[in-house]
């Protein structure tokens, strides 16, 4: 029995991650999980907040949005609500934290880097392609300071990779990276944040329908570390092929 | 080698739960879990919001707020700052959808109950013992509506019951229900939110400093697990006496 | 002819002060005036605000808000709606210059003590519940801090003491200390602050129906002023007893 | 010993009560009391809020606000700041409820009557003149309603007329009507608001510096009721001028 | 065939520009074109925005607001809706750009002027007005600003003069100075801000119905250009009376 | 004397209008002008806002916004700031009006389209590529609106075509189309808007630095006119392309 778009249960969609989409950020990134789309960029300042100033250590973050129409029908802006929404706020700290786990602040010095994960296309599974993206924008604006001698030379400010996706049990069967229509069909969705080395950052489980069990928790915690153990690859490739 | 306030890693602090504190709310409960003190009272009115209207079901949310000394530093105001954070979203979200694993919104008809967990002082873990202890105002909110006539006769709106608990690894050993200077300290942090049957609702791991394994983790959903069935047991105990 | 609860026209609510409540805030007391239950908490800073600095003299504010379930019907939170009513602010201020009235900024120094009194729940007077038991609340932090050396020895940043108590004409007499049910059938209503020497601080009486005259007047400060005497001797015993 | 500008301690300021300021509102006043300026607008609607909806009765509001530069320094506008700040609130909301107090919301009729009153000039006391000036733009509003038989015929929703003053003590002594480098020395500070037959709608009485006493208070409210007296003869010969 | 209040097409409304309206201003006119009355108000203080220190020069600025009573039906205050809306921000720009066209910021050295122009009665042609009147409060506020050798002696910061008016066609005929009702039912409205030496500062055209060709874009600036001459006339005529 | 970019004066930056660029939306249009990219979506809602209701006419609106690293130094999002600022509100009200010109509303019946112009990356002239790429979105949309019925058999909603382009004098010399090193330096800005025909919907120029003669503008709107002429055939190609 096969998925709306012809996948295996443990198939990722269609992922592009392509480097240098912007011509002004120090790291930008425009990457696809099939139909959805990110333009992750990383923008890198010397210096760092306030509350930090003097530390010797460095700060990162993350803002992610969704342009009005993403998706399928148009959302209103929250710049003309006037208010940031709990999902928007929630999504962007949980990509902060994912990156932040795979950074040394000592090495990266006092500098900040900010990502902002913008959705230009909305198919299910954003906040964890902004998460897979960002972090190649990371590691291209970290590598734009290091040639800046804005970090130290001989300091590694990144520890690890980072990659993050999205697992659901739809109709008893545990899938591998929703898209839209499994994600709204899906009792339970879960999204799981992944270093290169198969450890976890972030697990994120939630019934949206039943209750789920132990077994069923495990089932998706295996398919989730493969289809990250698949995106640090992708990852690594985009990395080394020249921008 | 004990903890700080001397229990065991297994042990959960001192428990209260404490029903009618609020002579207006349909239910109220002063929770404690240890120091953690949070005011949870569920008001109950007819109708849903407009979104919902004429299907039939009800709706269950939740808000979520410190007091601004309940913690060791004041914090400035939400109200006067104009906005609410992002923390707060994420925890009111959290609480939401808790209580929600347990309704069945058909049975509840066209009703509303709103949750406010307000924590009155904060050591650790004010999230899940507002989860912990909304549920029990729910219950008695769900009660006066049956009493009132408003559930119809025979429906029952509650499916289970859902207790919540942190639980984290600090200097490398798990601990169940971290108090705020554990949580300080912990490595890996997770919320685990089970209902009264043992199955789960929410996990939300994340790693504070180094990522954590499949070992780790494993640890920890058991001991959360143990931990929600005897707070599930206090639940009931609590429902059980005469208010 | 008694009142609604039993009471005299002259006579207050069961009153009680209960000191320590929060184990974090300098000064921290539980204020009942009846089923008027207001948490005030004081928290102590050195600094004072940017407008003072350098001045040698410290600052005094406050901020009141009632818990959304604290009234008979649930009132959204100000935090969601992103600003604060007109009432509260009101409030706000009358707590602030009331305490006030009784500090010698000089003597305490370039510090700053917040007021915070937060409504658990609400049966009229909560404004006049929140100034009495502030001035507890802040007796205990400016002891902290002559503890902890921030005021100077010898120095007494407290002049007096102050207490406030409500007032009203109900069906044409005029009564002490209204709750809820009295303060909404009341033609006026008035709030008086008083040192503990019985010299006013503040007077505010309103026409909520009929104007009033002299006579009414006078017959209505002639309460208050009893009513703030005795509750200036219950904050006297509060204070002498040990905590 | 007479005062800054000359006046005996019992003298108001040179008052003058200007009708039809507005070519487009219902009722125009622009009232000083001395260089204080206030332009009062009375806007009639036909209609109420919905809280009142089929009631039968009307509704009267106000709204206050200040030129940035009507102050001897500049002040931020409220709406560049995105909300409004305590003292305005406060001010409008003592400007509606004495209005109000001369209202019969039945001989109204669901109409509604905004009164808006805007610091053209700031020199003390612009919340007196402002609900002075403001009682004769409703008057002629009222009025203008009445031609446009928006009220019934026969029915006057004026019960009498309002007028307020300004009193305090300088250096020892009770004053009328105090001009701002007079308020900003005064120890005492009030605010009276009376109808036309000297009865209290209002009495705000606030000790800046030192708490006042009985006999304080009485000789500012007897002031009071003589300023407010003189007032409501102004008002009068304003409202029989031909416009 | 001459307008509706008797107008020939290129005949400016009756203008009055009265300086020295206010007591607190460093310049303060109302300047009226008609029935729109605008009061602009020059506030001077020492120092720069952050973003201009120790650049030795100086910045002015302008805000403009509608008292929500200035136009034919009640505007709600942008300060109760909490955020200022674009025709507000938009005009408030143009006026500040207009007026920064004249200044030499070397000249008048690291001090800031706002202007206030806060529309007092409506009908048509605000912003030009306000600009108008905004160059003669600027003014005075530069002279006071040499009198008080904020502005070292010999300097002159002011390079010109600078006024405004609306043009537009109705029915098929360019119009001068258009009043509100002339406004709406214009096709084309045209708002042209010249230096007294007649070059142009702004040209702002909008075809509001059909858009409009070359020659009537020409035959509107025609008229703009003799309507700024004769304003730049009343302006000097202002500015060389005795205040 | 060659533009740093190589063009000749009157010459375009390379333009591209990439339809279909979005599943979701009823147009949607990436536009570029040299490294100025945007992405406009047209986004259909059968109805219109309240005021409009029942009149039988569509209605038409736009909202502008850029993505916080589109430009060359980060700038911080509005939604965070929870205003939106002057410059996007002036440019979104500009984009609403020029393509509200061509619109006929009773054609386009009691529908609502929204343009959202988000600037993936600005190199000058957002505004004016913004416009132009959004007429080919709201196209797009008119045509699927069409299709649906949604616009009755017959009527044609679109009067026109529109198109936008800025203009400017650098170092004295009238230039097509600026980028953005070249619009920093410009002493005038102009942005121009023209339907298909030549005729103007907007002209609006400003003095960036010293005021224009009729002369430069004369030469500004003839280069203008020209490069509106080119894009509108490039538009009449991109829509004559199958999608």
Redesign the interface.
Known sequence: MSRIDGRTPEQLRPISIERGW????EG?VLVSFG?TKV?C?A?V?EGVPRWRKGSGEGWVTA?Y?M??????T?GD????K?????????I??LIG?SLR?VVDYKALGENTV?L?C?V????GGTRTAAITGAYVALADAVAWAQRKKLVRAGRQPLT?TVAAVSVGIVSGVPLLDLCYEEDVRADTD?NVV??GD??????????EAA????TE?NAL?DLAVSGCDRLATLQRDALEATE
């Open positions: 912007s011509k002004h950020a930008s139909d333009l960029t923008s300042t803002e949005a342009l009005p129409r993403s998706t399928n148009r802006r929250e710049s003309v006037g208010k940031i929404g709990g999902r928007t706020h929630e962007s700290r934290r786990a900010v902002d913008d230009l296309q909305a198919d690890g879960m992944c270093t198969g450890r976890f950052v972030e697990v994120q489980g939630t019934a209750p789920f069990d132990r928790l915690l």
